[in-house]
């Protein structure tokens, strides 16, 4: 079996505590999710706790967003998010997230990564295409996207 790890990370000029509810809250990602502008029409539905450990997002959208769910599963205020990301299409998989938000002179690091084992058609598929070039580019958007809405909300 192979495993891969996408890992980005950018420094937003803001302390972690005013960059940490961002990611803690699920409501919070439709200001800066790269995932979120893919489908106007996506149906998203929100349950468990409010934010933090047990929250959770599910979304459906077309063929492009997938679908898919993630849960808050461990949380280290203001240094760690780890989320359950699972999505059910366009292929089943279970791919751990963590973020992670180190102070860093000039702001916080925000570290964002996802990690997974490619199975069966996703190890087909990795033989073509690297995970890394299919996520990263988007987690490198999100980050940007981040740091814009902590930006906006700082005034």
């Known amino acids: 079996m192979s495993s891969f790890s996408v890992t980005r990370n950018i420094v937003i000029p803001a302390a972690a505590a ?30 468990g706790a409010e934010a933090g450990v047990g929250a959770k997002y599910a979304w459906t959208g077309n063929r492009k967003a997938g679908s898919g769910t993630m849960e808050i599963v461990d949380v280290t205020a203001p240094s760690s998010i780890g989320i359950r990301l699972e999505f059910t299409k366009p292929m089943k998989a279970v791919n751990p997230t963590k973020f992670t938000f180190t102070p860093e002179a000039g702001g916080t690091r925000v570290t964002w990564t996802m990690t997974g084992d490619n199975k069966g058609v996703g190890r087909v598929f990795a033989l073509f295409m690297s995970m890394d070039k299919m ?19 700082k005034g």
């Open 18 to 47: 005013e960059i940490y509810p961002f990611v803690y809250d699920f409501h919070q990602w439709t200001n800066w999710s790269p995932w979120e502008k893919i489908d106007p029409s996506m149906k998203r539905t929100y349950s």
């Open 135 to 153: 996520v990263g580019g988007d987690f490198d958007k999100g980050l940007a996207s981040l740091a814009e809405a902590v930006a906006a909300a």
